[in-house]
T-cell receptor, first 111, second 113 residues
Framework: GQNIDQPTEMTATEGAIVQINCTYQTSGFNGLFWYQQHAGEAPTFLSYNVLDGLEEKGRFSSFLSRSKGYSYLLLKELQMKDSASYLCAVRDYTNAGKSTFGDGTTLTVKP | DVKVTQSSRYLVKRTGEKVFLECVQDMDHENMFWYRQDPGLGLRLIYFSYDVKMKEKGDIPEGYSVSREKKERFSLILESASTNQTSMYLC????????????FGQGTRLTVV
């Protein structure tokens, strides 16, 4: 099975940098995804990591350490529209690409 | 533009009714998923399917069944709706291999009264 932990809530200031952590335990790791979900909307894909290291995509970066079962999502130059829930999801190698989601981190960006 | 479409955005049903939630994707994805999302509990997988007529139980299948007669369509069935099934239901689809993300429908907020 899989166990995924991320903080429930975070608050940051517009223009700042925030790091959202995710730790996981899995028997068959096959990739880690980050999704963004605005209130009342569907989750949308942000990033994917399968190898150790940093993936950068504009203001968003995601890091993975497979040996530590750890990932983080880094958001730079925060904007008010970044206020949302951020979901960490781990894909299972053994189950046809099924992903298990963490409970999500609700980020509030303040002026 | 990729699309996952759920048949209803909001639905109100009575306890004991049989409820059908429909999901259609136009991306030729092999995988399709049904999740429910509740405050404080995150996204929980109910059922998924990796091929036509194939289905696998997720983490919380009790009280639900699914049907996948065509590749593009995945239906979630509540055999006898109960108030504890009041929730947001999200359908998703993805390719079966590789670094491919899931695409989600807009969600169906189901209220059972």
């Amino acid at each position: 099975g899989q166990n995924i932990d991320q903080p429930t809530e975070m608050t940051a200031t517009e223009g700042a940098i925030v790091q959202i952590n995710c730790t996981y335990q899995t028997s068959g790791f096959n990739g880690l995804f980050w999704y963004q979900q605005h209130a009342g909307e569907a989750p949308t894909f942000l990033s994917y990591n399968v190898l150790d290291g940093l993936e950068e995509k504009g203001r968003f970066s995601s890091f993975l350490s497979r040996s530590k079962g750890y990932s983080y999502l880094l958001l730079k130059e925060l904007q008010m529209k970044d206020s949302a829930s951020y979901l960490c999801a781990v894909r299972d190698y053994t189950n046809a690409g099924k992903s298990t989601f963490g409970d999500g981190t609700t980020l509030t960006v303040k002026p | 533009d990729v699309k996952v479409t759920q048949s209803s955005r909001y639905l109100v049903k009575r306890t004991g009714e049989k409820v059908f939630l429909e999901c259609v994707q136009d991306m030729d994805h092999e995988n399709m998923f049904w999740y429910r999302q509740d405050p404080g509990l995150g996204l929980r997988l109910i059922y998924f399917s990796y091929d036509v007529k194939m289905k696998e139980k997720g983490d919380i299948p009790e009280g639900y069944s699914v049907s996948r007669e065509k590749k593009e369509r995945f239906s979630l069935i509540l055999e006898s709706a109960s108030t504890n099934q009041t929730s947001m239901y999200l359908c998703a689809s993805s390719f079966i291999k590789g670094n491919t993300e899931a695409f989600f429908g807009q969600g169906t907020r189901l209220t059972v009264v």
